[in-house]
DNA sequence: TCAAATAAGACTAATTTAGTCTAATATAAA
DNA sequence: TTTATATTAGACTAAATTAGTCTTATTTGA
């Protein structure tokens, strides 16, 4: 029905780590044995996070992330759209499929309720924020 | 994010025509032709929903499928349940997973939060019904 | 110069989801 | 009673997605 992807999962628990470490520099290494999360898969996440502007990076010895935002300015409709891209309920409502064309017969519609319900649960992702994780 | 499982599309589209269909008996070929669904998928579609008492089924010639609820008692939440089985946010709040075990470390704690999302969102599919489909 | 970090992208493995194939059973009607 | 048309059932295969790995380059403080 609604599932995280592991990589949520991750971005989710890092960000978490973040904002407790307040504004202090950490390494993807820590975080990745703390919570055991394969470190090249946290890698990603986090310089994923970092061209969203989520994070900031340090390169270099003595380098590493720090967050960029307040935990509260970061919400999870913006967290998903930047880590797993923009996915809607059906094809119907991806955003790649530009024309909204259905792959069924035209008289399917159930695009409109299912249209609704992403709505509803766009707004539910954008209203929750890091700062309900810490 | 929130990805409807072609399954649910497909026996959202089935129950639609059902609910239009008016008690009338409507065979799975019938519907798979319409809405162009894979005879054997949807036909394994609707045989769940007999199960779980959303559809009666006729056998033999003039046989088919109608529906055994009103449009209003079948929600969203029941329905995937029903065909996709109970998925969770996360691994930690699947049914499946009984001791609720993290499969990172317990610091993780993002359960809590998740678990409350997941509450929200399954209120949400809770609430809408077949009725919100006609 | 070296060690420790980010950055980037190709590649592989695992899992999940979608769809197919085959065969049995039921039943109305010719 | 045979036939055509349905549901029922489950094993199997294919496709797509997701997760994870490998390799290499670049940056920078000590």
Redesign the interface.
């Known amino acids: ?4 992807s592991k990589k949520m ?1 991750y971005a ?2 890092a960000l ?1 780590h973040f904002a407790a470490a307040n504004d202090s520099i950490v390494t993807a290494k820590e975080i990745s044995e ?4 394969p470190y090249e898969l946290l890698s990603k996440i986090l310089q994923k996070l970092k061209k969203d502007n989520v994070l900031t990076s340090i390169q270099g010895t003595k380098g590493g992330y720090r967050l960029n935002k307040k935990p509260e300015e970061i919400d ?2 913006f967290l ?1 759209q930047s880590i ?1 891209g923009d ?4 094809e119907c409502q991806c955003s790649e499929n530009k024309g909204g064309k259905c ?3 035209d ?4 695009k409109e ?2 249209s ?3 709505k ?3 707004e ?2 954008r209203k ?1 924020t890091i700062l ?2 810490v």
Chains 1, 2 share one sequence.
């Open positions: 029905m609604v599932k995280l999962e989710l628990m978490k703390k919570y055991k999360i999870l409709h998903v797993d996915i809607g309920m059906t792959t069924h017969n008289d399917c519609s159930i309720p299912v609704q319900m992403q509803e649960i766009e539910l992702f929750k309900d994780f």
